[in-house]
């Protein structure tokens, strides 16, 4: 299983980064997570496997919207009114659990390779 991300970049505060992972094989729930410089890796949102249940850190609630398209097999993180405190290496997660919506980065089995989002004017 492959998962590709892209859509990272610079943006100033206020603005609005739109992030996409693709994948390879079957359906998988989802996740975003990121990693600050000296920081761990920390849950950001996830989607199940149908796109029924979504859950969002608080940190990101109200501000960024988890989504995907099954037919082309890809998930997206809509990122508005980012922050410097936004920055961070993002990475989106397979899990095999379809049904669930997990913040625990040990419940998923596949990772991509990330894309690093600034947030600085």
């Known amino acids: 299983v492959q998962l590709v991300e892209s859509g990272g970049g610079l943006v100033q505060p206020g603005g609005s980064l739109r992030l996409s992972c693709t994948s390879s094989g079957r359906i998988f729930s989802m996740g975003w997570f990121r990693q600050a410089p000296g920081k761990e890796r920390e849950f950001v949102a996830a989607i199940s496997g149908s796109g029924g249940s979504l859950f969002y850190a608080d940190s990101v609630k109200g501000r960024f919207t988890i989504s995907r398209d099954n037919a082309a097999n890809t998930v997206y993180l809509q990122m508005n009114s980012l922050k410097p405190g936004d920055t961070a290496v993002f990475y989106c997660?397979?899990?095999?659990?379809?049904?669930?919506?997990?913040?625990?980065?040990?419940?998923?089995?596949?990772w991509g390779q990330g894309t690093q989002v600034t947030v600085s004017s």
């Open positions: 997660a397979a899990d095999r659990d379809t049904w669930r919506t997990s913040t625990d980065l040990r419940d998923y089995d596949y």
